[in-house]
């Protein structure tokens, strides 16, 4: 788990540089990769998240999955203080 959260603020860079090019395609993936991951390590807030902004952009509307964009960021955040804390 901690191994996870020590690679999230990476995975959230990768999301966040895909959003700024506004390439979706790239996005989708980089969201991908975080749902299945917290699929994986039991982070159901993060893996709900990212589930709707991957159903988002699946469905044509990458201006709505924008909107989980921040979050994302601010559940990443909680994770890692969390960890730093522990």
């Known amino acids: 788990f901690y191994e996870f959260v020590a690679q999230l603020p990476e995975a959230f860079k990768d999301i966040d540089a895909a959003a700024e090019k ?8 980089h969201v991908h990769r975080l749902h299945g991951a917290s ?3 039991g982070v159901p807030k993060l893996q709900y998240l ?37």
């Not at 990458?62 to 979050?71: F, G, I, K, N, V």
């Not at 601010?74 to 960890?83: D, Y």
Request: aromatic share 4%; proline share 4%.
């Open 22 to 29: 506004a390439d979706w395609v790239a996005l989708q993936h």
């Open 50 to 86: 990212c589930a709707e902004c991957e159903t988002l952009l699946k469905q044509g509307q990458p201006e709505s999955a924008m909107m989980c964009l921040p979050a994302i960021e601010e559940t990443i955040t909680n994770l890692v203080k969390h960890k730093e804390r522990a």
């Open 39 to 41: 699929c994986y390590t």
